[in-house]
Nanobody, 121 residues
Framework: VQLQASGGGLAQAGGSLRLSCAASGRAFGDYAMAWFRQAPGEEREFVTA????????KYADSVKGRFTISRDNAKNTVYLQMNGLKPEDTAVYYC???????????????WGQGTQVTVSS
């Protein structure tokens, strides 16, 4: 599976951004999808995940109620709608594909290249 993330950019605190991750290769619908992020000097951290059908989602506590993950299997794309952005959301955001919705980075098999999100105060 090849993953291509897009949609990052600069936003003001309280604003919104929508990230997309387009997949190609093996059957997209077979995989759970996730978003992780990594701030400078920090470890990569789990943000959210969605199972193959979209029926199950998980969120990090830090983004619950502000971020929403969704997927369109017909378009081989997963989305991350980010509302109420905070400066601490600033990071490179990575999409990932795997067989689980668990947050450990080691459990995710395929990774996109990352897209920068910067939130100004």
């Amino acid at each position: 599976v090849q993953l291509q993330a897009s949609g990052g950019g600069l936003a003001q605190a309280g604003g919104s951004l929508r990230l997309s991750c387009a997949a190609s290769g093996r059957a997209f619908g077979d995989y759970a999808m996730a978003w992780f992020r990594q701030a400078p000097g920090e470890e990569r951290e789990f943000v959210t995940a969605i199972n193959w059908s979209g029926a199950m989602t998980k969120y990090a506590d830090s983004v619950k109620g502000r971020f929403t993950i969704s997927r369109d299997n017909a378009k081989n794309t997963v989305y991350l709608q980010m509302n109420g952005l905070k400066p601490e959301d600033t990071a490179v955001y990575y999409c990932a594909a795997g067989r689980t919705v668990l947050p450990a980075t080691s459990l995710w098999n395929y990774w996109g290249q990352g897209t920068q999100v910067t939130v100004s105060s």
